[in-house]
């Protein structure tokens, strides 16, 4: 799959390892749309700095956990540039407790977002994407990992992986690629915030690369999956995590 011409809905795009597919994807040619939920400043900045570039980008507002938001982000799509080839999921939100703390605002959150939004978008794609285009959806490693205070953020993320493979099956017919990316501990500043020195350093030596992740490491693996060298990877969930699990 040529990347010209061809056009790419990344959604939480307005920062952090969203920010970064959707420059690394700008960079490789395709015309991106970054959809924010509440960053309206990062996202026109992004845009900015893609156009700089020499690429083109828009913004789209939308909750994706709201069905009509997100249809409103491909009908955006469609006015602009006439169509969809790529959606990358990377919206999501991560609340920890155990289990016998996790009260109901933290399960119902998280499955709005990061479940229901991401099936939201699938289903939308599932209608709407051009043929021979792509899926990228976001899982995480702590799905292989399962530490203590991660039950309900890990569900979320499995119940991606599922559908993932799922859709992949569905899809048959149309040469559409599904795949998920599952990073590990990534050094973004929503990762980094509110963690000692210690803690962080004990993350990064998790794996035997005994280093963080970058957004740019996770950007490259998502690039991988969308453009034409991820043509025969399909149905698969990729751990972008330096080998912890």
């Known amino acids: 799959m040529s990347t010209q011409q061809k056009v790419a809905i990344v959604t939480g795009a307005s920062r952090g390892i969203g920010a970064a597919i959707a420059e690394r994807l700008a960079s490789d040619g395709f015309t991106v749309v970054l959809n924010f939920a509440g960053k309206a400043t990062e996202a026109e900045q992004l845009v900015s700095k893609i156009e700089a570039a020499g690429g083109r980008a828009i913004t789209a507002q939308a909750d994706v956990s709201d069905p009509a938001a997100v249809a409103?982000?491909?009908d955006a799509a469609d006015a602009a540039f006439g169509g969809v080839d790529v959606l990358v999921n990377n919206a999501g939100i991560?609340?920890?407790?155990?289990?016998?703390?996790?009260?109901?605002?933290?399960?119902?959150?998280q499955i709005a977002i990061n479940l229901k939004g991401t099936f939201n978008t699938l289903r939308q794609a599932a209608r709407r994407l051009r043929d021979g285009g792509r899926i990228v959806n976001l899982s995480s490693s702590v799905v292989g990992l399962k530490?203590?205070?991660?039950?309900?953020y890990a569900?979320?993320?499995?119940?991606v992986e599922t559908m993932s493979a799922i859709l992949a099956k569905e899809l048959r017919g149309r040469s559409i690629t599904v795949n998920a990316v599952a990073p590990g501990p990534t050094a973004t500043d929503l990762f980094l915030s509110g963690k000692s020195d210690e803690l962080i350093g004990r993350l990064a030596k998790a794996n035997p690369l005994e280093r963080l992740g970058t957004p740019a490491d996770i950007a490259n693996t998502v690039a991988f999956l969308a453009g034409p060298d991820g043509a025969w990877i399909n149905g698969q969930v990729l751990r972008a995590n330096g080998g912890m699990v």
């Open 72 to 74: 409103r982000i491909f």
């Open 94 to 109: 991560m609340k920890l407790a155990s289990l016998a703390d996790s009260d109901d605002a933290l399960f119902d959150s």
């Open 147 to 152: 530490p203590e205070t991660y039950g309900v």
């Open 155 to 159: 569900a979320t993320k499995a119940a």
